[in-house]
């Protein structure tokens, strides 16, 4: 895969996501399916459906994962698969290393997600998880519904446009080098607050600092992160701290 290239990536209903950047040119994909079923027999019939499948195309790959939960699947690849089978859970964890300038489309369900050293465009959505990002750059769009993000941003500033970290319900904990450049945007839309533990964090604008908004800058400013929450905490700090 050459620099600039995108990965997408389709995940399954239930599973860990983790992604790594690396030196090379090429994607190392790992995944492990764990399924549920009464039997052999089922199981067999159980791993036929859920899967994934890699469909590479000039400097885009899509990993696509397929099974019982895809109904549109079902009727299209499927046919006389016992409906004892559909509701059975199961899970697909994926363990991905790309190149360093990879773009990433992630769309995931409910399950930890692990992403660092990677610095291309980002978008992520999930429905419920405990998101570790290690972020540098790039144009990044987050949208988590429910859960825990921790955001950690090294180096001196944002090698890019900035950021759209989003979450409804949860804790956003963002760390900043001490000597971190940036522009801050925050808001708790509706029950909780903003905790500010950054000591060189000054508004942008008067009175633009409160517990539930801020309009800040870090440092000499630069791109603007926004961090957005429903009910929740957003908490502010250095990585140095705990």
Known sequence: MSYGGTVTLVGAPAGAITIQGWDKNEIDI???????????AALDQ?????????????????????????????????????????????????????PTMTGLEIDGGVGPI?????????RVNALKSDANLSLSGGLASVLIQNGSINLNIPGHNWHGLGAEIRMATGV??????ADFSVDVNADVLRAGEI????????????????????????GNGGATLNFTIGDGIIRLKNLEAN
């Open 30 to 40: 790992t995944a492990s399916i764990e399924l549920q079923g009464p039997n052999a």
């Open 46 to 98: 159980l791993a036929l459906v859920n899967t994934f499948a890699v469909d590479p195309d000039l400097n885009h790959i899509r990993i696509l994962t397929s099974g019982t939960h895809d109904r549109a699947f079902m009727k299209q690849a499927t046919k006389n698969f016992p409906k004892a089978l559909i509701g059975l859970p199961w899970k697909l964890d994926y363990t991905i290393k790309v």
């Open 172 to 177: 956003l904990n963002v760390g900043f080098a």
């Open 114 to 122: 692990n992403i660092a050293g990677v610095e291309g465009a980002l």
């Open 195 to 218: 905790q500010i533990e950054l000591p060189n964090l000054k508004p942008r604008d008067r009175d633009s600092i409160t517990k539930t908004s801020i309009r800040a800058r870090n």
